[in-house]
């Protein structure tokens, strides 16, 4: 008896633990939301209050009109897109050759590429600058893009992921005659769809909120994104609160129901990943 109570006693503990943080992460995106709808006044307001006095709808209209919203949304769906694509290409290859193949030095590259993880992308970005503009891609989805697609965290995590794997289906490959590529493809990357998604979220939320990188390297209006779009309405002086909200909610609106499709495949990866690691 005095067990189930204490059973009990830690569940209400957890349950009451987990709401509390559950209110605090969802605080946040229910104020945005609330004051995308304020007007102005009602968003300077002391004390501040929860709901509007009055809604204003057309918040979301004057973001349409006041940026060129549309060109930022897709320009930011195509480098989304496109850093996506090449990480889980170029990653899950490398990934692959690191905890399949066998070549001289493995080990010490390996641990060089672990330490890009360490040097804050800060400190490379005036050299890259001077890269980028030698090559000529400066204001050009290049430079966008293909920097980005490049991942020594991808390349980790796949590897990680790729060495629980049986090594018994890849030598029944071998005795089939298949090659290293065929069996990365057709074996490696079927079984690794939950690591695979991982990764991408990751890469999404990474390139959709990114924003110093094409603040620098970019400088006409057809070449900007979204974060850069929703910044211009933080001035030196004042701030159009209900604007900055209004846009962030249609900025983040599509990362939430996309995190809400592949959750499943998403908390599957991490928990494998941390179970066979």
């Known amino acids: 008896m005095i067990t189930r109570t ?3 006693g830690r569940r209400l503990a957890v349950h009451i633990l987990l709401i509390a943080g559950a209110v605090l992460m969802v605080t946040p995106f229910v104020w945005m939301l609330s004051t ?41 769906i195509l480098v989304t897109l496109g850093r996506t694509a090449g990480q889980l290409l170029l990653c899950s290859l490398a990934a692959y050759s690191f905890a399949c193949l ?7 590259i ?3 590429l672990l330490a890009v993880l360490m040097v804050p992308s800060q400190v490379v970005m005036i050299p890259s600058f001077v890269i980028m503009r030698q090559l000529n891609w400066l204001d050009t989805f290049y430079v966008l ?19 629980t794997l049986p090594k018994d289906l890849e030598e029944a490959a071998k005795i089939d005659g298949c090659s290293y590529f065929r069996i990365y493809w057709n074996i490696y990357l079927p079984l690794s769809k939950s690591a695979l998604v991982s990764l991408a979220i990751f890469t999404i939320l990474a390139a959709w909120n ?29 701030t159009d609160y209900p604007l900055l909200m209004a846009g962030a909610v249609m900025a983040t609106l599509p990362i939430i129901v996309l995190f809400i499709f592949l959750q499943r495949y998403f908390i599957e990866g991490i928990a494998m990943n941390g179970i066979k690691g």
């Open 210 to 238: 990114d924003l110093l990188w094409p603040l620098i390297m970019t400088s006409s209006e057809d070449m900007r994104v979204l974060s850069i779009g929703i910044s211009s309405f933080q001035g030196q002086h004042s």
């Open 102 to 108: 066998k070549f001289p030095g493995k080990n010490v």
């Open 6 to 8: 204490s059973d009990r």
């Open 110 to 112: 390996f641990l060089a």
């Open 145 to 163: 893009i293909i920097p980005g697609i490049f991942s020594a965290f991808g390349t980790f995590l796949l590897r990680q992921f790729f060495m």
């Open 36 to 76: 995308s709808f304020k007007s102005f006044a009602d968003s300077m307001k002391v004390p501040p209050t929860l709901l509007p006095s009055e809604w204003h709808f057309e918040n979301y209209a004057k973001v349409l009109t006041t940026i060129d919203f549309g060109t930022y949304y897709l320009n930011t």
